[in-house]
Nanobody, 118 residues
Framework: QVRLVESGGGLAQPGGSLRLSCTASGFTFTEYAMSWARQAPGKGLEWVSGIYRDGSQQYYAESVQGRFTISRDDAKSSLYLEMNNLKPEDTAQYYC???????????RGQGTSVTVSS
């Protein structure tokens, strides 16, 4: 059974940082590209960042380019999102997806909430 569990969300001030984690189980982590997506209140799901299954390439939405860094630790079957210089518009529920960019995948976690506010 595929399971993705996100953690690390919380409240941050504008300009602050948070590090999200996603622990995967129930499948061979190294066989899949992974990604992060987010859903702000009242809005649709937005792709944020993706990483190839071998970690060789990372891609970012223009809105987070230069501020967010995606990484993976295959030994821990974990995916990470380092978020720096946070902005109020980064406030959203963040999800880990077992896909590179398919927002329709059924393989995603329950999400972790990020609020950026002073």
């Amino acid at each position: 059974q595929v399971r993705l569990v996100e953690s690390g969300g919380g409240l941050a001030q504008p300009g602050g940082s948070l590090r999200l984690s996603c622990t995967a189980s129930g499948f061979t982590f190294t066989e899949y590209a992974m990604s992060w997506a987010r859903q702000a209140p009242g809005k649709g799901l937005e792709w944020v960042s993706g990483i190839y299954r071998d970690g060789s390439q990372q891609y970012y939405a223009e809105s987070v380019q230069g501020r967010f860094t995606i990484s993976r630790d295959d030994a821990k079957s974990s995916l990470y999102l380092e978020m720096n210089n946070l902005k109020p518009e980064d406030t959203a529920q963040y999800y880990c997806l077992r896909s590179f960019r398919d927002l329709g995948t059924r393989y995603r976690g329950q999400g972790t909430s990020v609020t950026v506010s002073s």
